[in-house]
């Protein structure tokens, strides 16, 4: 039987997820048009921060892909100019950012979506999505101390 702090807090997670306005995009000036659409999707933004990433921090933040053969090439893109990190709030919003965003390949994706919209290959896709409630608090932790969460 769940406590009642654990029942609250898997509400919490589910109702949260964690992106990233990767470089690319921040760097193509996409980052107002991505927000207007994650915001007219329903989401409201519980913490948010502009903000560039050392290679040791991308390093890290990308740790779980260190035996891929992309990690070295991801964690110098992600470091090559400033990213928009933002935890964000709905029903359901894992699933629900991840269908906003669309596959990571953009030519994958379906239209309307934001990596269909903004995104220029599998490698420069413009956001990043937690893929489950648990890496949504795992990553929203790495970048945001509860003080910087509303």
Not at 51 to 62: H, N, P, V
Not at 108 to 120: D, S, V, W
Not at 127 to 135: A, F, I, L, R, Y
């Amino acid at each position: 039987m769940l406590t009642f702090a654990a029942e609250i807090l898997s509400i919490i997670m589910s109702n949260r997820t964690f992106t990233m306005i990767k470089p690319d995009a921040t760097g193509k000036a996409y980052t107002g048009a991505i927000l207007d659409q994650i915001l007219k999707a329903g989401f409201s933004i519980k913490a948010m921060k502009w903000t560039r990433l050392t290679k040791e921090q991308a390093g890290l933040f990308y740790d779980i892909h260190r035996e891929r053969p992309f990690y070295g090439e991801l964690v110098e893109f992600m470091c090559s100019g400033p990213i928009v990190a933002a935890i964000l709030e709905k029903d359901n919003a894992v699933a629900d950012f991840r269908k906003l965003i669309g596959a990571t390949n953009p030519a994958q994706a379906e239209e309307g979506t934001i990596r269909k919209l903004f995104a220029a290959s599998l490698g420069e896709n413009a956001v990043h999505g937690s893929d489950s409630d648990e890496n949504a608090a795992v990553e929203g932790s790495f970048f945001f101390s509860g003080l910087e969460r509303f």
